[in-house]
């Protein structure tokens, strides 16, 4: 008994397909009538879609550069060594930022009408437009966490090939502009700040060397000790060094936030330098290590007040040695004008159209289409077997369709 139900089963199975089949191929007429009217309905929608045309350029973002020498020198030199301060403060992340900025979109909408090519005054939808056209990828270099920006490549969509170009110029050109602009207020305000600590050290370097020949004309010149010499040269290069992270921080402060690690380090670093320069002073003028130095306090008082007169001219100095250079570097980057950016290439004028794909739209139609007319005819196979049967379930379809017909229905009194 159970061998001819499972018989019974593959037969009913073998009928359920061969219906499939059979309404197939009773409806083939309308299945290839829903296929090719779908098909040419796409095909006309791929001929009437306007074509889109993208332009892209690839260019390298700025690159920041050290500006002060790398070693400070000195004893604390090699600690030190990697601080300096930056010619091109904005850095590569700082592009992709303005390249994103509303400024810089809302400008690109008034400067080619695009108003007027997308249909709208609304600024927010006009925005959104232009973000959805804009595409720009990075390459990056290889390596765990954070990696540095090494090219960026920047597309615009637009239906005239010729518009698409010129918004990507208008892009590059705009970036750039803005770059050169911000790095010119930052060596400027570095520039200042570099400037008047030069002309106060020139002032302190005057006052010194005067001081010390009238003090060497009313007293004569005393000879100093070779270890002092030495003492007075560390203490010099300590101040230079001193003076230095102060141009540094007072620079950083005018662009970065309080807390940033890297002034905070300054900070540190200028203030342990401090210390040891007073603990130096200290030593020279009271009571000094006798493993490095001889006492001075056992210098006669005129030898010790020529020594701190010498020792403040060589001080002032070491100071101008390391301070004229960064101000000549710093009126040179105000007088020279270099290009921010470095076009890899150039914004292309494209020829052939990314949209729409006509092959994929005419095949998607027609999958549509074959779909479509499947369930055609499975609804009708239904229909047209439940009423033979009259059973419960096409009574429900029928209601149904009745449901969903506009047709004036009869309404009872």
Do not use: C
């Not at 954070?146 to 010729?162: G, H, M, N």
């Not at 005393?222 to 040269?233: D, G, H, P, S």
């Not at 007319?373 to 239904?382: D, G, K, T």
């Not at 029928?398 to 009872?412: A, I, M, P, T």
């Amino acid at each position: 008994m159970n061998q001819k139900e499972a018989m019974n089963d593959k037969d009913s199975n073998q009928v359920d397909i061969l219906d499939v089949l059979i309404a197939i191929a009773k409806h083939k007429i309308l299945i290839i009538k829903v296929v090719v009217v779908v098909a040419i309905i796409s095909l006309i929608i791929s001929l009437v879609w306007p074509n889109t045309y993208r332009s892209t350029t690839t260019f390298l973002p700025p690159k920041q550069s050290s500006v002060l020498p790398s070693g400070l020198g000195g004893l604390v030199g090699s600690a030190l060594g990697g601080l300096g301060m930056s010619s091109s403060q904005l850095s590569s992340e700082a592009t992709l930022s303005i390249l994103k900025s509303r400024s810089l979109r809302e400008e690109l909408i008034h400067t080619f009408n695009l108003n007027e090519v997308y249909g709208s005054e609304i600024m927010e939808q006009l925005l959104d437009y232009v973000e959805q056209n804009t595409t720009i990828e990075t390459m990056r270099e290889g390596g765990f966490g954070f990696s540095p920006l090494i090219t960026i490549d920047l597309s615009y969509d637009d239906r005239e090939p010729e518009r698409a170009q010129e918004i990507v110029d208008f892009y590059v050109t705009k970036l750039d502009s803005t770059i050169r602009s911000i790095n010119k207020r930052y060596a400027e305000d570095s520039f200042t700040l570099i400037n008047i600590r030069y002309l106060q050290n020139l002032e302190d370097l005057e006052r010194a060397e005067i001081a010390l020949k009238e003090f060497q004309e009313q007293y004569g010149i005393f000879e100093v000790e070779e270890q002092a010499q030495l003492m007075i040269q560390n203490i010099a290069k300590l101040k230079a060094t001193q003076i230095e992270l102060e141009v540094q921080i007072n620079v950083l402060e005018q662009t970065v936030n309080t807390n940033s690690p890297e002034l905070q380090n300054l900070i540190r670093t200028r203030d342990e330098i401090t210390r040891q320069i007073e603990a130096l002073i200290r030593r020279s003028d009271d009571t000094a290590d006798n493993y490095l130095f001889f006492p001075l306090q056992d210098v006669p008082g005129l030898s010790v007040e020529y020594l701190r007169l010498y020792r403040e001219v060589i001080i002032q100095n070491k100071v101008l040695e390391n301070i004229y250079p960064q101000v000549q570097y710093q009126e040179m980057l105000l007088t020279t004008s270099s290009p921010s950016l470095q076009i890899v290439d150039t914004p292309n004028l494209p020829t052939y159209k990314i949209a729409p794909k006509r092959a994929f739209i005419v095949l998607g139609g027609v999958l549509f289409g074959l779909f479509a007319s499947l369930i055609m005819v499975f609804y009708r196979e239904a229909m047209e077997k439940g009423r033979e049967k009259n059973s419960a379930y096409y009574h429900k379809m029928k209601e149904f369709g009745e449901q969903l017909s506009f047709r004036n229905k009869k309404v009872d009194n």
